[in-house]
């Protein structure tokens, strides 16, 4: 069973086993928060990548594929470097989306580690709307069978913040839908954090499921906003480190 916590603090504060930062396919930081990842981690994180390039890697990290290195400098046990796919609006690439959460948690399996940090990947640089992200990454990591206890997401951005607390408002009823109830992986405690995205006041807790649950009204994949929360404003374009 996976906690959540939404982050909006440093780097370098936080208390996880494993960080995933996204990567172009010749293993190159992507975004802000990760070339922050790769500036701290130090020469043994460049080193490490260039090891990978030169020997398992010589083809490129496929699209929707990770790897995992040391964390240099950096308080944590391992990174994990995914290669997000760019938004198409011509193609649906969720699926490629929802990899990359999926291939970040196998390898997080198989290195041991109990909690992860994840940037909202493919937000940013590769353009795909803070919404829609949010949502696959949140139903892809409550649906992804795995031994992580806890996930952190990184609100990079104040609009990536309200898309991850919409997202987790998102009743898992809805969820339960896609998956057998034999391994299913429920959230377990949220933090809705001091207050909502326009300040005013304690972010809603969600309401008990209906019997039988009604079917669903929305895809989980899709860009969706909660009645009376409007689309955030601009992104900020500074991020603690």
Known sequence: MIDFEVWNGGLRDLMVDAVVTGVGVSLRPVGEWDRAVRRLGGDD?????????????????????????????????????????????????????????????????????????????????????????TSIAVETLVLTPTGVELVVLVATAPEVDAAYRSALRLDVAEWSELASDDWLHPIRSLDPGPAGPDGTGPLPQPAPAPAPAPAPTHSPRQAWLPPGLAAPGAPSSSLPI
């Open 45 to 133: 994180v460049e080193a490490a990548c260039r090891v990978l390039r030169e020997t398992t890697l010589r083809s490129g990290l496929g699209v929707g594929q990770a790897a995992v290195t040391t964390a240099g400098k950096l308080p944590f046990r391992r990174l994990i470097h995914v290669a997000g796919p760019i938004y198409s609006t011509s193609v649906d690439r969720s699926e490629v989306l929802a990899d990359c959460y999926r291939n970040c948690l196998r390898l997080a399996d198989r290195e041991g580690v109990k909690s992860v940090a994840f940037p909202p990947i493919s937000v940013g640089e590769f353009g795909w709307p803070a919404y829609s992200a």
